[in-house]
């Protein structure tokens, strides 16, 4: 018999646990994908059995195309796939908004569609991370709502979340435990069950609660962390001290594992779910959280590209530039190194913070081919893209910025000066070729 499972959401997450469900025997998975102007070309992409992310990704390219193939992989918008469903996994968007409340619209709409459809008997399995309390007060409600059936008695519901990250979407769905949570025993072993087919660590079952709340504090945790490396480097800058040196001789302790700082964090997880998780306690615990400890370390996060952007101005100043007059080239617009994903990119504040006080701005990146948050072109050329800049602001520790010649940018550009925003450079190399050199945690204001 075969095990018809449907995946809403063609994104990061939702097309790699596609593709391995497909690569089950017994299986057959629909990928179901909204046709957008943004987004929905990915269906004839992928059903050319083609991968759409431009980022390096081991081993995705090869199993698309494997399963399509086969046969037992396909994307469609035609919700109406969800009546055949035997699984149903949700992968949307889950955002928060500038107030940082979570922004469900697309959760909301699928779970209407699931509701309007579903067969009784079906598992539905939410991956999309959410604020604790979500899965059973938002989606469950809905699909109740909607379909006149029980959850735990009609149709069984889970939420299992993901680890994944760009550059590693097949290994961390494959290597990394699992945590399921269902909303009865039941629900929590049948998706263990589908999971445990292509989790090659442990998979981890307890209730729906824990799951969702483990999600979110394990993102927050991280989130602290960084943070903790971004103030530490502010301060050994402050002072004079190369932050690197100092995290090397901290880390020499087994107990200590100090993170490293940088330009800014970026992603789809790190800067919302701190939010999903204080809104979760307050929406739904017995008590209000003020959590100030992780919204105190997103306001230092969020802080890093404003500070590369005074790094910028500093080291213009030092060479006789005016803010207001200079041409800034920025290296990398994806938020993570050798990928294409521009989700909640520190570029884009860095971006901003500069065009406010009237620097004009050039782009680059070798993985990114649109930029969309923006009215700015990519620049595919980096010869083209320095030429005559006054700066440039390294934010994305892409390979190709690694190597770079040094002496042959300096001479296309009209002033030498360089933000090192990921310590990718050294900076004896750097002023040996005449640069005027800023860095996160190693060269900061001068004034």
Partial sequence: ????????????????????????????????QRRSKRSGWKIEHLNAGKSPFEGDEPDLAELIAKVVAKGSFRVTDDIDVLK???VILIDVQTPTDENHVPQYDSLREVSKQVGERIQKGTLVIVEST???????????????????????????????YERVMPGKLIRNIVQLPRIVGGITPQSAKRAVDIYSRI???????????????SKTIENAY?????????????????????????IKLVNELDSRMMHIPGAGVGGHCLPKDTWLLRHGVNEYGSQKVEARFISLARDINNY????????????????????????????????????????????????????????????????????????HEI????????????????????????DIDLAKIGDLMRTRTLVDGRNLYDENEVTAHGFEYRAIGKSGLKG
Wanted: proline share 3%.
């Fill in 1 to 32: 018999m075969v095990l018809r499972i449907t995946v809403i959401g063609m994104g990061y997450v939702g097309i790699p646990v596609a593709a391995l469900l497909a690569d089950v025997d017994g299986f057959s998975v629909t990928g179901l």
């Fill in 199 to 213: 989790v090659r660590a442990r998979v981890h079952q307890t209730d729906i609660l824990t799951a969702e709340i």
């Fill in 304 to 375: 890093m590209p404003v500070h590369m952007a005074e790094l910028v101005e500093d080291a213009l100043n030092k060479r006789g530039v005016k803010i207001q007059d200079a041409k800034v080239t920025i290296l990398g617009i994806a938020y993570l190194e050798n990928s294409d994903d521009t989700r909640n990119t520190p570029a884009l504040l860095l971006i901003k913070t500069l065009e406010a006080k009237g620097v004009k701005v050039v782009l680059h990146d070798p993985f990114v081919q649109v930029w969309d948050l923006g009215p």
């Fill in 222 to 246: 991280r989130d602290v962390n960084i943070a903790f490396a971004n103030e530490m480097a502010l301060v050994c800058e402050s002072l004079g001290v190369n932050v690197y040196e100092v």
């Fill in 84 to 86: 055949d469903s035997d």
């Fill in 130 to 160: 959410v604020a604790p309390g979500t899965t059973q007060n938002v989606v469950q409600k809905i699909i109740e709502e909607h379909s006149g059936m029980k959850g735990g008695e009609d149709f069984d519901l889970a939420f299992a």
């Fill in 379 to 402: 620049e595919r050329d980096l010869n083209s893209a320095v030429r005559e800049s006054d700066c440039i602001a390294l934010v994305t520790k892409h390979r190709d910025y690694q």
